[in-house]
T-cell receptor, first 112, second 114 residues
Framework: SQQGEEDPQALSIQEGENATMNCSYKTSINNLQWYRQNSGRGLVHLILIRSNEREKHSGRLRVTLDTSKKSSSLLITASRAADTASYFCATDDETSYDKVIFGPGTSLSVIP | EAGVTQSPTHLIKTRGQQATLRCSPISGHTSVYWYQQALGLGLQFLLW???????NRGNFPPRFSGRQFPNYSSELNVNALELEDSALYLC?????????????FGDGTRLSIL
């Protein structure tokens, strides 16, 4: 069964706008990661947030984690056409570091 | 620093044949992971190797197998290919500790079954 699930499935915005994607998961976790995948390419790691952290920033990216709601959000500010990609959250399981499960992803289109 | 490299880029096979996919991890990484990404779908975890040993396996039939060599490179073998095996196969590497280590991905092998 799926651990993480992103919402929305697809998002289309104008360049310069902010994009927010959400990830919900089912069981308690140690860490949550966000990745980006450009069409036909491998995934690129964006941010890892630990279960005892509430917010992390990296450049134009802001990730929040609410363990009480079992959810995370990825905010991309001042979006650019180059941000067009699929974004995945990946979670482990509190009981084991042995498996990371990826959600189905959010497809983001940034229109110039 | 060289990234994760996968070969071949594309592979075309027919039903019933066998396919071998290869992956070279980033230097210093001992863990290698394999994922299947069917068209329009998310990543499905296949296998995790570390220090030459299979550490975990996803929900795939035994005809999906692999190994990790002493230099930490890895092979994924798929026997008795079926049409639904058509997908992008992604390899990733990291330092040990799958859940708390970022994974670095190659650009994948596109396997097409005719």
């Amino acid at each position: 069964s799926q651990q993480g699930e992103e919402d929305p499935q697809a998002l289309s915005i104008q360049e310069g706008e902010n994009a927010t994607m959400n990830c919900s998961y089912k069981t308690s976790i140690n860490n949550l990661q966000w990745y980006r995948q450009n069409s036909g390419r491998g995934l690129v790691h964006l941010i890892l947030i630990r279960s005892n952290e509430r917010e992390k920033h990296s450049g134009r990216l802001r990730v929040t984690l609410d363990t009480s709601k079992k959810s995370s959000s990825l905010l991309i500010t001042a979006s650019r056409a180059a941000d067009t990609a699929s974004y995945f959250c990946a979670t482990d399981d509190e009981t084991s570091y042995d498996k990371v499960i990826f959600g189905p992803g959010t497809s983001l289109s940034v229109i110039p | 620093e060289a990234g994760v490299t996968q070969s071949p880029t594309h592979l075309i096979k027919t039903r019933g044949q066998q396919a071998t996919l290869r992956c070279s991890p980033i230097s210093g990484h001992t863990s290698v992971y394999w994922y299947q990404q069917a068209l329009g779908l998310g990543l499905q975890f296949l296998l995790w190797y570390d220090e030459g040993e299979e550490r975990n396996r996803g929900n795939f039939p035994p005809r999906f197998s692999g190994r990790q060599f002493p230099n930490y490179s890895s092979e994924l073998n798929v026997n008795a290919l079926e049409l639904e095996d058509s997908a992008l196969y992604l390899c990733a590497s990291s330092h040990p500790g799958q859940g708390n280590q970022p994974q670095h991905f190659g650009d994948g092998t596109r396997l097409s079954i005719l």
